[in-house]
Nanobody, 125 residues
Framework: QVQLVESGGGLVQAGGSLRLSCAAS????????MGWFRQPSGKEREFVAA????????DYTDSVKGRFTISRDNAKNTVYLQMNSLKTEDTAVYYC??????????????????WGQGTQVTVSS
């Protein structure tokens, strides 16, 4: 079992920054891939970014490349999402997720077997 708790969401003006954190407990954090997804109101959940177990590999959806950075600290069992130059279209509930079975980064939600409760990010114009 893996428990995930997100924090760091909030209201920010366009062009601003936020850093999301996701604290993990349970199974060995350093063994699995971690991802961030988001779900705008009324839309499907979508992949944002993921990082491999060792941090050697990362992947991002095109719309956040150059603005968002995913990182992890295996000593603290925490994954982060630094979001800069935020846009109104980034408004969504953001979820962290763990892929405990994958060997390489995957972007489909059904590849991830543990999820946090989500944190709201609202970007105002």
């Amino acid at each position: 079992q893996v428990q995930l708790v997100e924090s760091g969401g909030g209201l920010v003006q366009a062009g601003g920054s936020l850093r999301l954190s996701c604290a993990a407990s349970g199974r060995t954090f350093s063994n699995y891939i971690m991802g961030w997804f988001r779900q705008p109101s009324g839309k499907e959940r979508e992949f944002v970014a993921a990082v491999s177990a060792s941090s050697a590999m990362t992947d991002y959806t095109d719309s956040v490349k150059g603005r968002f950075t995913i990182s992890r600290d295996n000593a603290k069992n925490t994954v982060y999402l630094q979001m800069n130059s935020l846009k109104t279209e980034d408004t969504a509930v953001y979820y962290c997720a763990a892929d405990t079975a994958g060997w390489t980064i995957r972007s489909r939600p059904d590849h991830y077997d543990y999820w946090g409760q989500g944190t709201q990010v609202t970007v105002s114009s």
